[in-house]
């Protein structure tokens, strides 16, 4: 109880104190400004700084665009040197990025297109894209 009431005293005490001051108190010092009206000058000043923004904004969304993520070498205890032509469900799920339906996927793609030619290759199995096959590199046998 007290304290709903402490918190209403609190709000009107602010609500009345900013509704006393002058409008004249928060304008700046410069006399066109006070009264509401902007110069030629000024208002030329402020299109060119919103363009300025603006300009600087766009540079800045072009950058990011621009960069690429780095994937991260991954380091662990990973098999090394897979043979993905010969490798089962069990030793694939071992290697970084691969889960048990890439896995599977894998499989499919295997036995209805027959063995990998290359490494890249595996972009065409679903599950599987540029990222992953980054990571999985360091750890297939070259074909």
Aim: with cysteine; hydrophobic share 35%; net charge positive.
């Amino acid at each position: 109880m007290k304290l709903t009431s402490v918190c209403v005293a609190i709000m009107l005490a602010c609500v009345f104190s900013f509704s006393v001051v002058p409008d004249q108190v928060f304008a700046k010092s410069t006399s066109h400004e006070v009264t509401g009206k902007k110069t030629d000058k000024m208002a030329a000043k402020a299109k060119t700084e919103s363009k300025t923004r603006k300009k600087a904004k766009k540079t800045k969304t072009a950058k990011k665009k621009t960069t690429k993520k780095k994937t991260k070498i991954i380091t662990g205890d990973f098999p090394k040197n897979v043979d993905i032509n010969r490798a089962d469900k069990e030793l694939l799920m071992q290697l970084p990025g691969i889960g048990p339906k890439t896995a599977e996927a894998i499989l499919k793609y295997r036995k209805t297109n027959g063995k990998f030619k290359n490494a890249k290759d595996l972009i065409e199995v679903k599950g599987i894209g540029e990222k992953t096959l980054a990571k999985l590199k360091p750890f297939l046998k070259k074909i």
